[in-house]
């Protein structure tokens, strides 16, 4: 009897040194966020809102400390040529959320522009390498969709092939992918064009949010983040 009540007693002995503040708790999790300006933060005074912004809120406190790094314009490229990812490598995250492709989708020439079947993901397998080189584990997270409808009610997807190679390069490396571009998209259509509009940060923007919008899609995120990566599930709220 004594012997079988001995595990038991040290583990409420424990629990009971931890609740006491006597014996340290566990260090939170470092969680890095890349991106664009569907992502990124914004100052208070600009009715503009990244999702990004709403990540720090699903956590219990103490547990994940986020640091949003996406900057407005970015791609995967541009993001790596003006020192934000290595920036970001600084802070030496435990994971790091990758969204990419809006600005990636912007006409040849333009100097962030990217090919999706190409230098596209040559970028996010150089985020992926470069992340576990750290310690770190990448989630991938694809680009949700703009608010282009067709004359028919159909979404106009203009960012698929970028989603799809993010998923491509995802099964390549075993790296953990939410599909926000799926899931958006659904959102979207099942709003239509004139409610969907509710979510936009000023009148005729397809692409950006205000809070609501914004919001909504972190939720997206939040809902497959359980499946994607169980160690941060464990610290959400």
């Not at 005074?45 to 994940?64: I, L, N």
């Not at 040849?108 to 150089?126: I, N, Q, Y």
């Not at 004359?151 to 953990?176: F, N, R, W």
């Not at 939720?219 to 359980?226: A, D, F, N």
Request: glycine share 8%; charged share 25%.
């Amino acid at each position: 009897m004594g012997r079988s009540m001995k595990p038991i007693t040290t583990f409420l002995s424990l629990g009971l040194l931890l609740a006491a503040g006597i014996l340290p708790a566990a260090e939170p999790l470092r969680l890095a966020i890349l991106g664009d300006s569907t992502v990124c933060a914004y100052p208070a005074d600009k009715s503009e809102r990244g999702w990004g912004m709403y990540v720090a809120e699903w956590f219990k406190p103490g547990t994940v400390t986020v640091t949003n790094f996406a900057k407005s314009g970015r791609s995967t490229k541009s993001f790596i040529k003006e020192g934000l990812w290595e920036k970001a490598k600084q802070t030496k995250p435990d994971f790091v959320f990758i969204q990419f492709g809006h600005n990636d989708s912007h006409a040849k020439g333009r100097p962030e522009a990217t090919d999706a079947s190409g230098d596209f993901k040559d970028f996010l397998r150089r985020y992926a390498d470069e992340a576990r080189a750290l310690g770190a584990t990448p989630i991938f997270v694809t680009p949700m969709h703009r608010r282009v409808f067709h004359s028919d009610g159909t979404l106009d997807d203009i960012l698929k092939p970028y989603a799809a190679a993010m998923k491509e390069v995802a099964a390549e490396k075993h790296a953990a992918v939410i599909d926000l571009h799926a899931s958006s998209g659904a959102l979207v259509l099942k709003l239509g064009e004139q409610a969907s509009a509710a979510h936009a940060n000023k009148a005729g923007d397809r692409t950006h949010f205000n809070e609501a919008g914004a919001r909504a899609m972190a939720e997206l995120v939040r809902k497959e983040l359980p499946k994607a990566e169980p160690r941060l599930a464990e610290r959400l709220k």
